[in-house]
């Protein structure tokens, strides 16, 4: 097999986009905002993923992720998440992809490595349900991306994402379940879900 | 090579010759310079301009003197006068006597002027002067013209290079009048109006006196000898001896400053071709300065002076000394000349020596305190007039009356900012944060004075002395200053008056006084007091003094709120009283709303407060930064790293957030007007926080450069750098100073009405003290949890979950409860009255303690008993004398041990006195770390009777913490390791001691010093640690250990890994060394994790808890490591993870 290398950080994001858009898919499936049955099942990196069948919400989630590319090269996209709001619009559910891409040196890395990472994501995905509460029925969601800076230069490229209402970093707090982290030479990332109010801490230590 | 170059730069030539010719000017006589070099080098190669211009002056020139010989122009030239002269009176047949009157001055004419270009050449030719077609720096006098555009204006430097530019009107009325007149009147508006300093120069420059004189024109050929000069020798006399070459000297009116003027413009042209140490240069500034003192036209020398530094030709050289290029020490030399800089740390200054007021006024102290009934509040505000200005002038009898102002610089561009000016210059419109510039045009005879940081602090250490003489309850404001709480003190207006007058004899300076009830009112009383008044608002006249109160007066109202206020047609604090507190509130937000509704009616709930904790430390830099490559700005930053780590250590906290502040020169804005100011600029700022409270300058560095680089900035673009540093904590202690706080009020609101003011004192002053009072409550810690739960004293397992507390965030009210109970013991010791019995009673089951829980007599401090009110102090000698038989060290509680309960608490409350005999007594380090170790009754018990008093409450061994003893001073450390050793000799080890003392002292010591970067290296740092330690204790670690050398794994898999085993290893005993072990093992590990790898974060504390399920070690970690794993996690995420 031909040994695919990244050599850039332009190589990783891509690759990162497309497994992006793979999660996705999977998560919408996973957490059940759409019925089972506009999924069909693929292969990707050797993993059975559930792929949406509708094309309009293939349409949006692959443009979507394809114009965050640059911002995610760049360093600047710090977080994407996956907002699922309820019936009343209230976010009940964000997974967020935490990244941070690497310098890459030399002669660069073969992709295979990455992908082998990245396959950990898409099993923990398949089973994070257990881990975390059905959601509401009629959800809705979107795509968040937590920007640390935004050049204006790249601004025209990216016309698909507008900026979300700055209320939505609310400072109210909320419980954080990890799904899945990965450190590695091209990127360090984290998969983790909020979901707003904390669980009553358990003091059960009694003074002795 | 060679041939490339003159390509070059006959390219340059060429581009300077495509921009227009005004443009063209700065870079002239610089390429003529070369050019003339390159000729000479090599003449048959010179480019084709270059001998193209030389030969088309040449040509002009020969034409312009054939013009002038021609004397048919006259009659011309002379009606063009006359058509142009404002009498318009001319009289032909003088034309020819007058016709040299314009010998030595050489004009070159810019743009459209009236009279023409072509008119004024015939003037200048028909009265003797020259007329230069193109611009050169060296043959030119004097430039005329009539308008400049924009680009120009801003920087006349650049056009004129230091030569007047002049109105062709100056011409036609010379003319006129026969004679030079001076150009003065002439200069073009625009110029003089935005420099006026500029106009006092040339005013200098071309004395009104000098008029008649015209300027030779062989003045220019001396003033290399005098620069030169200047530069060999740079004494102020040369300057004068030189003088006398200068023609203009030959008037004998005008005095030697006016030459000086001279001399230093001359100076100061040839700056750009002579190579000037700035250093040397600054040096003849200041001598010149000195010099001129006193001195009326003084301003006008320095004015010149600054000018070789601040703003000419010289501008890079005053570059390269002024900013962050080049000069190693800027960072230092930057806060000492820096008034801000004072300002802020006055504050420790003050703090520092609020201890000694006290000592020295105590009396009177004493009183304030037991005096606090419920009778009206009084507070003073007092404020001394103009301090900045005042100090400085005190001694200057003859600025008495005159316009003064402080600021940092005089230079010529009155680009400084003017930071306090005196009475009869506010008089002028001259404000606090004006340019000087703008200030001298509203007046012009405004002095401007260098700060004298020296007598700044003399004097306000003389006023401090005698307000806190006057009264105990001072709230320092800043340097000049500061509100009284004098309630019950009598009459505060007779107070304020003699305070005044006494600040007057003391200082020789002025201070304003506000009295009324609270400290708005008086604030606002002070405001109508000014300059050197009283004023009294008495409780009555609040409402009608409040009701013509404009808004914008009221403090904490800036211009934004007032605009608002406006919008909302409230202009005056009646206006205010018509609304309500819920419109307030929703228009401008709770607190200001709030702020606001109270202060229309003069309420103040604010309290006069003592001293303040100091929330953050840093130091910021925003004058001078300039950066040509990312190792300036890393250098700068070593330095800036270094100042705050030494404000860290000097102040004795460490803090955990690092914030670096950057300003960065907003895009497309020039250089700033303010000389190497910062300018307009964006304002960026990143934190990060650290794991542990630091003050080291290592890691504020590594931090700094992190952020510093994660803005990724173009170092040029940086105007400024600040680096900050909070969430504090007081050194040799794990509390953050917000607990020592909490605790501090505790302490102070009990302590207020009985206990001595010394103690208070000791509590007041933030840096320090905050340090003691967590010392005190760390040294009761252990006991409590004995006294409260009545728990044998001999289960060492019990004693161990609370010890290491001193790492883990803590909660404030537990903190709170264990200060009461040392409070309760203190108060015991101090008033041992029937209620104080009452409350300990409460709290132990037994009756109260025997009078022999005292302190020895030997321990009482003098001083603090000196202090005590007379009939606590007769409480206390009854109680000693009948105890006066008892021998000094078997007054020691430790005899007592006869029921636990009793003995527990006997033990507390001897300790908690000690410890505050301690802190009182004791000057050097032993008071900050002596009472660190936990006094625990094992080692108590174990203690031979005949202990040296000094060392009484000497912890045992096991207890001592080598990062504590290490920082000990070390003759003290020497002397506390001899007692150890006294005492392992006299006494055999009793076998309830596992290890004997000074071996665990040593694995203690290598183990706990060594605690740090647990997880460096593969294996990690630990793994060799503990496996190599014999001690039992660490079996728990040894097989974690094991399993971790040369694993790859992740900790969270070893460690479950290791599960089986640890339940076996796990025994009864636990000591605090194992757990802290455990808990830095762990805390590191999260720290690393936390930023890159949440799961793993999680995973541990998962197997954590699966552990502690096993073992009582590690329920004991998990309890203690649990809120500060929750903690880093909000810090980093903002939520709170889910185990």
């Given amino acids: 097999m031909e040994v695919v290398r990244l050599a850039d950080q332009g190589d990783v994001a891509a690759l990162f986009c497309e497994f992006l858009e793979v999660c996705i898919h999977q998560l919408l499936s996973v957490r059940e905002v759409y019925p089972p049955a506009i999924f069909e099942r693929r292969r990707y990196f050797n993993v059975p993923v559930q792929w949406a069948r509708h094309p309009d919400l293939r349409e949006y989630i692959h443009s979507a992720v394809s114009n965050l590319q640059t911002w995610i090269q760049q360093g600047a996209a710090e977080k994407i998440a996956i907002k699922f709001l309820d019936a009343n619009q209230i976010p009940v559910e964000k997974v967020i992809f935490k990244l941070c891409l690497k310098k890459l040196t030399g002669t660069g890395l073969p992709a295979q490595h990455l992908e082998f990472a990245l396959r950990g994501f898409l099993l923990k995905i398949c089973v994070s349900n257990s881990a975390l509460p059905p959601l509401p029925p009629d959800c809705s969601w979107e795509l968040v991306a937590y920007m640390k800076s935004l050049s204006a230069d790249n601004a025209s490229k990216s016309q698909f994402w507008i900026p979300a209402d700055p209320n939505d970093r609310s400072n109210q707090s909320f419980t954080i379940t990890t799904i899945k982290s990965m450190r590695s030479s091209y990127l360090d990332m984290q998969l983790y879900v909020e979901r707003p109010g904390v669980e009553p801490q358990k003091e059960s230590k009694t003074e002795p | ?1139």
Wanted: proline share 6%; aromatic share 6%; charged share 25%.
């Fill in chain 2, 1 to 1139: 090579m060679a041939g490339e170059e003159k390509e070059e730069e006959s390219l340059k030539r060429k581009k300077v010759d495509n921009v227009p010719r005004g443009m063209a000017w700065g870079a002239q006589s610089f390429a003529s310079a070369r050019i003339s070099s390159i000729r000479e080098k090599d003449p048959s190669s010179v480019s084709d301009f270059g001998r193209y211009m030389a030969e088309k002056r040449r040509k002009l020139n020969v034409q312009y003197n054939e013009d002038s010989s021609n004397k048919l122009l006259n009659n011309a030239t002379a009606a063009v006068a006359a058509l142009h002269s404002k009498e318009g009176q001319i009289v032909v047949a003088e034309i020819s006597t007058k016709s040299r009157i314009f010998n030595g001055i050489s004009i070159w004419v810019d743009g459209f002027t009236v009279p023409t270009h072509q008119e004024l050449r015939h003037l200048m030719l028909q009265y003797g002067g020259v007329f230069e077609n193109y611009f050169r720096r060296e043959l030119v006098t004097h430039i005329i013209c009539s308008t400049l555009p924009d680009s120009k204006i801003k920087n006349p430097r650049s056009l004129s290079r230091g030569l007047p530019i002049v109105k062709p009107e100056w011409i036609v009325d010379s003319i006129a009048a026969g004679r030079v007149l001076s150009w003065a009147p002439y200069q073009l508006q625009r110029i003089a109006l935005e420099h006026p300093n500029q106009r006092t120069l040339q005013s200098a420059y071309l004395n009104p006196k000098l008029d008649h004189c015209p300027l030779p024109l062989d003045w220019r050929d001396n003033y290399p000898t005098y620069s030169n000069m200047m530069d060999i020798d740079l004494e102020p006399r040369s300057e004068l001896l030189a003088l006398e070459n200068v023609p203009t000297s030959d008037n004998q009116g005008p005095s030697s400053v006016q030459d000086g003027a001279v001399n230093f413009t001359l100076l100061e042209e040839d700056l750009k071709g002579i190579e000037v140490k700035a250093d040397e240069c600054s040096e003849t500034e200041n001598q010149g300065v000195l010099e001129s003192h006193g001195k009326k036209d003084s301003v006008a020398i320095v004015d010149r002076s600054k000018r070789n530094t601040g703003a000419g030709y010289s501008d890079a050289a005053a570059a390269a000394t002024h900013s962050t290029l080049g000069d190693d020490n800027f960072v230092q030399n930057y806060f000492k000349s820096s008034r801000l800089h004072f300002i802020g740390t006055w504050r420790n200054r003050y703090q520092s020596r609020y201890g000694s007021f006290n000592d020295n006024s105590e009396g009177q102290d004493q009183q304030v305190f037991r005096a606090k009934s419920g009778s009206d509040p009084a507070v003073i505000h007092i404020d001394m007039d103009c301090f900045f200005v005042a100090v400085v002038v005190r001694d200057r009898p003859e600025l008495h009356d005159k316009p003064v102002a402080v600021c940092h610089s005089d230079s010529v561009r009155g680009s400084g900012e003017i930071s306090s000016a005196n009475y009869p210059a506010r008089a002028f419109g001259v404000r606090a944060g004006m340019f000087v510039r703008d200030a001298k045009a509203k007046c012009p005879d405004l002095e401007i004075v260098p700060y004298n940081f020296e007598a700044y602090e003399q004097v306000a250490d003389k006023v401090y002395n005698i307000l806190h003489h006057h009264c105990g309850r001072v709230q320092a404001v800043s340097c000049d200053e500061a509100f009284l709480d004098v309630t019950d003190q009598g009459d505060p207006c007779q107070i304020a008056s003699v305070i005044r007058s006494q600040i007057f004899e003391a200082t020789r300076c002025t201070a304003s006084a506000g009295v009324s009830k609270n400290k708005l009112l008086a604030r606002l009383a002070t405001r109508k007091a000014k300059p050197n008044g009283l004023y009294y608002i008495a409780p009555s006249e609040v409402e009608g003094f409040m009701d013509e109160l404009a808004v914008e007066d009221l403090p904490g109202v800036g211009w934004t709120l007032k605009e608002k206020l406006k919008s909302h047609n409230l202009h005056k604090c009646s206006d205010l009283l018509r609304v309500s507190k819920d419109f307030l509130q929703r228009e401008f937000g709770v607190k200001t709303g709030d702020m606001l509704w109270s202060y229309a009616r003069g309420i103040d709930t604010r309290e006069v407060q003592q001293a303040q904790i100091r929330k953050s430390i840093g130091a910021e830099v925003n004058w001078g930064v300039r950066f040509l490559v990312p190792e300036d700005a890393h250098r700068f930053l070593v330095t800036l790293s270094t100042e705050v780590a030494t404000r860290l250590q000097t102040a004795a906290v460490k803090g955990r957030t690092i914030t670096l502040k950057v300003k960065r020169r907003k895009e497309g804005s020039g250089e700033p007007s303010k000389f190497m100011g910062c300018g307009v600029c964006d304002n960026f700022s990143r934190s990060e926080t650290v794991g542990y409270a630091t003050d080291s300058q290592e890691i504020l560095l590594r931090v700094a450069k992190q952020l510093f680089n994660s803005f990724a900035f173009d170092v040029r673009d940086v105007r400024g750098v600040g680096l900050q540093v909070t969430r504090l904590e007081a050194v040799g202690s794990g509390q953050s100073l917000k607990g020592g706080q909490g605790q501090q009020r505790a302490l102070k609101s009990w302590l207020a009405p009985e206990i001595s003011k010394v103690m208070l004192d000791e509590s007041a002053p933030a840096d320090r003290n905050s340090g003691n009072q967590t010392i005190i409550h760390r040294s009761t810690e252990p006991l409590k949890t004995e006294a409260g739960e009545s728990i044998p004293v001999k289960s060492p397992a019990l004693d161990v979950p609370k010890l290491p507390l001193n790492t883990s965030a803590q909660d404030n009210n537990d903190l709170h409860a264990v200060f009461t109970a040392a409070e309760s013991g203190m108060r015991n010791f101090i008033a041992p009255d029937t209620k104080d019995r009452i409350q300990v009673g409460r709290s132990s089951t037994k009756a109260a303690p025997p009078p022999t829980n005292l302190p020895p007599l030997s321990e009482l401090d003098p001083s603090v008993l000196a202090s005590l009110p007379p009939e606590i102090l007769a409480e206390i000698r009854e109680v000693y004398g009948e105890l006066a038989a008892q021998p000094v060290v078997s007054s020691k509680p430790a005899k007592n041990y006869l029921s636990p309960v009793a003995v527990m608490k006997g033990a507390h409350k001897t300790k908690t006195s000690e410890v505050s005999n301690r802190v009182d007594r004791r000057e050097d380090g032993i008071r900050r770390v002596l009472p660190l170790e936990p006094l625990t009754e094992r080692g108590e018990s174990s203690r031979p009777p005949s202990v040296r008093p000094e060392i009484v409450a000497l912890p045992p061994a096991s207890q001592l913490d080598p990062s504590v003893m290490s920082a000990l001073p070390l003759s003290l450390r020497r002397e506390l390791e001899q007692e150890y050793k006294r005492q392992q000799v006299k006494k055999p080890d009793k076998s309830t001691l596992r290890v004997s003392e000074p071996e665990k002292l040593c694995v203690e010591r290598c183990s706990s010093t060594s605690l740090e970067d647990l997880w460096t290296g593969t294996p990690p740092k630990w793994v060799h640690m503990f496996k190599e330690s014999q001690d039992a204790e660490f079996s728990n670690l040894c097989v974690l250990a094991e399993h971790m050398a040369g694993a790859v794994r992740p900790f969270s898999v070893v460690m479950l890994s290791v599960l089986p085993h640890l339940s076996n290893a796990c025994s009864a005993t636990v000591s605090q060394k194992v757990i802290q072990s455990c808990m830095e093992l762990i805390k590191q590990y999260v720290q690393q994790m936390i930023a890159c790898d949440l799961e793993e974060v999680c995973m541990i504390m998962r197997v954590l808890k699966r552990v502690a399920a096993k073992s009582q070690l590690w329920r004991v970690v998990e309890d203690l490591i649990t809120p500060f794993v929750q903690g880093i996690v909000g810090e980093c995420y903002g939520g709170h993870l889910k185990i």
